[in-house]
């Protein structure tokens, strides 16, 4: 049984950075792309960035494209989201997911094709 739990996620200021984790289990992670993606109240979850099976390709959404990295370090399991320079627009639950995928570069950026989720890390940023 693979599960995935995230951790990291707390009340912030305007500027402030925060990095979440996230830790699978019960599977290797390098079978994995991994997906971050968000909530806010009343919205849609929605991709925020992700990073293939062999850790050579990433993809951002726009809005975080150049304040948010993705990394991985699969001898510990765990995946990484640096979130610099936030601001309240980023208050969201932040959700980690693993994709069973075969290719070793490709991130996906829709919901569907991760098999596994995290209960998520609320992510608060104060103005």
């Known amino acids: 049984q693979v599960t995935v739990i995230e951790s990291g996620g707390g009340m912030v200021q305007t500027g402030d950075s925060l990095r979440l984790s996230c830790q699978v289990s019960?599977?290797?992670?390098?079978?994995?792309?991994m997906g971050w993606f968000r909530q806010a109240p009343g919205k849609e979850r929605t991709f925020v960035g992700g990073?293939?099976?062999?850790?050579?390709?990433?993809a951002y959404a726009d809005s975080v494209q150049g304040r948010f990295t993705v990394s991985r370090d699969d001898a510990k399991n765990t995946v990484y989201l640096q979130m610099n320079s936030l601001n309240p627009e980023d208050t969201a639950v932040y959700y980690c997911?693993?994709?069973?995928?075969?290719?070793?570069?490709?991130?996906?950026?829709?919901?569907?094709?991760?098999?596994?989720w995290g209960q998520g890390t609320q992510v608060t940023v104060s103005s």
């Open positions: 990073i293939g099976r062999s850790g050579v390709t990433t």
């Open positions: 997911a693993a994709d069973r995928s075969f290719s070793t570069r490709y991130v996906a950026r829709g919901l569907s094709p991760y098999n596994y």
């Open positions: 019960g599977g290797a992670l390098s079978s994995f792309a």
